[in-house]
């Protein structure tokens, strides 16, 4: 028998999303307005405990909206972490500032708080403030926020949470996305629950959500005639999406569970192999576990991490490395970077293993047997 190809982390959906949509569909709310896309955002905001929530076309587009609420211009710098997707600083150079970026921790693979706190004091006391910081939730486990809002606060810059891979995380038992100014959260397809794209601002300061929302909306202003007084964008997230993404949501601690066992299952069957070693778990919250991952010691296990995905990938078993971070990226490559050791060392080492909620037993015994079968071969 043929074994079906195992995804990294496909989308997960069924009959009730395919119902919700097709309802909405039958509606005719098929344009970026509707009541789908009104009750999303209010359950959105419900589940991560803030006041307002603006559904946009991407993560992408809520990141660049929430430094414009900021007041990110040309010429400002903003902090960010080096170890994140490409998006979180193409954002910031889309208002024409400069990314500055921060190494991680070992201890929890985010933003190292005490690098945040000396470049504010170094900056400030330069009187070269950055304009905001970014902090952004890897693989579903949030940054050490305790610190960081201490630092922002101190030096009076404002600080955007990425939650883009965090929905359904907590830090002291508060909900990813409710730190700072304002969070985001995406909806692509490989995200915890999906839109089909998508993605969401959220925030609890009613300024901020009001110029989201009016930016999304090409800026238009309430007259019969169209009116704009300054440049807005194309960034609504369509109610049909919506309604796809309202079925997600009934879906949510499910999915986040089955992804949590998938991680745990892991951990047991390949622990004990030696040169691996998981993600951390910070002990300040719970992870979403959106994807598993794990350092490969080459000398120790035998292979390096290539070799694990080539071998996975023969077995048709998608896996990747960690993410290469923004300053060993040829488009970054003039940026300031402050540290650096840690988190290039979590990408030359690091691999995200299958995850999706979808898995079954039978897909987890594949992947583990394929990384064992890898183990202490020569190459």
């Not at 979180?88 to 400069?98: D, E, F, I, Q, W």
């Not at 907590?170 to 909806?187: D, E, I, N, Q, T």
């Not at 078993?317 to 060392?345: N, S, Y």
């Not at 583990?368 to 890898?374: D, G, L, N, P, S």
Request: aromatic share 8%.
């Amino acid at each position: 028998m043929t074994e079906t190809r195992i995804w990294l982390s496909p989308p997960d959906v069924g009959e009730l999303e395919r119902k919700l949509l097709l309802e909405a569909f039958d509606s005719n709310w098929v344009a970026p307005v509707g009541p789908d896309l009104d009750a999303f955002e209010a359950q959105v905001a419900e589940i991560v405990g803030v006041r307002h929530a603006v559904a946009l076309s991407s993560g992408t587009a809520a990141l660049h909206l929430a430094l414009v609420a900021a007041g990110v211009r040309q010429g400002d710098t903003v902090l960010v972490p080096s170890f994140t997707f490409a998006a979180t600083a193409n954002a910031v150079m889309y208002l024409g500032a400069r990314p500055v970026f921060l190494d991680s921790t070992a201890e929890s693979w985010n933003v190292d708080p005490a690098l945040v706190t000396e470049e504010l004091r170094r900056r400030c006391a330069k009187g070269r403030p950055p304009r905001a910081v970014i902090a952004v939730d890897m693989y579903g486990q949030c940054a050490d926020y305790e610190p960081l809002i201490d630092a922002c606060d101190r030096y009076g810059v404002a600080l955007i949470e990425d939650a883009a891979e965090a929905l359904g995380a907590s830090y002291r038992k508060k909900s990813a996305g409710s730190f700072g100014l304002a969070g985001v959260l995406s909806f692509n397809g490989n995200k915890i629950i999906t839109t089909g794209g998508g993605g969401m601002l959220v925030t609890d300061d009613d300024g901020v959500a009001r110029k989201a929302r009016h930016l999304s909306t090409q800026a238009r202003e309430p007259f019969p005639h169209y009116e704009h007084r300054s440049v807005g964008y194309n960034y609504r997230l369509s109610n049909l999406l919506a309604a796809v993404g309202r079925g997600q949501l009934q879906r949510l601690d499910a999915m986040i569970a089955a992804r949590r066992e998938t991680g745990r299952y892991y951990r047991a069957e390949l622990g004990d192999l030696p040169g691996v070693t998981f993600m951390p778990i910070a002990g300040y919250g719970e992870a979403n576990s959106w994807l598993t991952c794990l350092l490969i010691d080459a000398e120790r296990f035998g292979a390096g991490r290539d070799q694990v995905i080539e071998r996975l990938a023969a077995h048709d078993i998608e896996a990747r490395p960690t993410w290469k971070p923004m300053h060993l990226q040829p488009v970054f490559r003039d940026c300031v970077m402050r540290g650096g050791d840690v988190c290039a060392d979590l990408f030359r080492r690091g691999l995200c293993l299958p995850s999706g909620s979808a898995l079954t037993e039978h897909d987890r015994e594949r992947v583990v047997a394929a990384v064992r079968a890898v183990a202490g071969t020569k190459g």
